[in-house]
């Protein structure tokens, strides 16, 4: 019996609901029919046209992606109409576009935990816990927690980025390209939050719980001087560093679940940061 959209969108939605996605976000399925059987599924980070070129390319008959195609209500599906460019080359391929965004960055995949055990954080915490009522699963974004012992920055940095290096375990590799770090090389580090994707706004919030280094994605200019105002140093591993380690968390869990043991899952070779 073929595996349809639908049940696959459950397995993810069991992990990481839709409801868990702030207001301004659009997860979901966001092309296709949740009915269609689906054979071979791509994992990516972006939809771009390059992804869905691969995706047409193995055959797959879904992209399952953290960020979506869509934010704002397309007002044609003109051709030359460039926010219609993915969704209609999407439907001429007939595949299909399912989004886990911020609901994914709060769930147990979130590249933010995956990164504290890269660094291996002890005591990982929650940064921001977003829980609302007693029986529903803890969750929220980023983490924090402490180094075995305090070591200076620069060895906690080059540490880090070794050890990312070395975990990625598919075909497209890491781009160090576009890293920085803010902060005197010689402090000692004990205590890090790590939020992946955007995370400047969690400057307060970790100088708030006492972190030596914030590591994530996209930092602007003043949240960084507000940051080393208060004695915190800053990583930037980039957006799309901040957050690959997630789809491979996501390749994991779906290639473990039982009823979809008929589906060929591939990670996007495709998928890199847009940074040269």
Same mark, same amino acid.
């Given at each position: 019996? /073929? ?35 689906? *054979?071979?599924? %791509?994992?990516?980070?972006? #939809? ?11 055959? /797959? ?22 926010? /219609? ?24 995949? &979130? ?11 002890? @005591? ?11 029986? *529903? ?16 920055? *620069? /060895? ?27 902060? &005197? ?11 992946? #994707? &955007? ?7 970790? %100088? ?20 080393? @105002?208060? #004695?915190?140093?800053? #990583? ?6 901040? @957050? ?11 290639? &473990? ?20």
């Amino acid at each position: 019996m /073929a595996v349809s959209i639908g049940l696959v969108a459950q397995h993810i939605e069991k992990l990481a609901p839709k409801y868990w996605a702030e207001e301004w976000d659009n997860v979901g399925l966001l092309v296709g029919s949740g009915s269609t059987p689906v *054979e071979r599924i %791509l994992i990516a980070l972006d #939809g771009t046209l390059e992804v869905i070129e691969e995706a047409k390319d193995f055959g /797959a008959q879904l992209i399952v992606a953290h960020h979506p195609i869509m934010f704002r209500p397309l007002k044609n599906l003109r051709s030359d109409n460039p926010a /219609a460019k993915i969704p209609l080359t999407l439907f001429n391929y007939q595949i299909g576009y399912y989004a886990a965004h911020t609901n994914l960055d709060q769930s147990r995949l &979130s590249s933010s935990i995956t990164l504290g055990e890269i660094l291996g954080l002890k @005591e990982l915490k929650l940064l921001e816990e977003q829980s609302y009522n007693s029986t *529903e699963e803890l969750r929220g974004y980023g983490v924090i927690g402490y180094l075995e012992r305090p070591e200076p920055l *620069e /060895a906690v940095w080059q540490n880090f980025l070794e050890r990312l290096l070395q975990s990625n375990s598919y075909a497209h590799p890491y781009n160090l390209t576009g890293v920085r770090l803010a902060g &005197s090389l010689k402090k000692d580090i004990r205590k890090v939050a790590i939020v992946n #994707g &955007s995370g400047g706004r969690f400057v307060p919030k970790a %100088l708030f719980k006492g972190a030596d280094l914030l590591i994530t994605g996209d930092v602007d200019h003043h949240a960084v001087l507000d940051a080393l @105002e208060g #004695g915190m140093a800053v #990583g930037d591993l980039g957006h799309f560093l901040s @957050e690959a380690p997630m789809l491979q968390a996501l390749y994991y869990y779906l290639t &473990s679940e039982r009823s979809l043991q008929g589906i060929e899952f591939k990670v996007s070779s495709k998928n890199a940061s847009p940074w040269l």
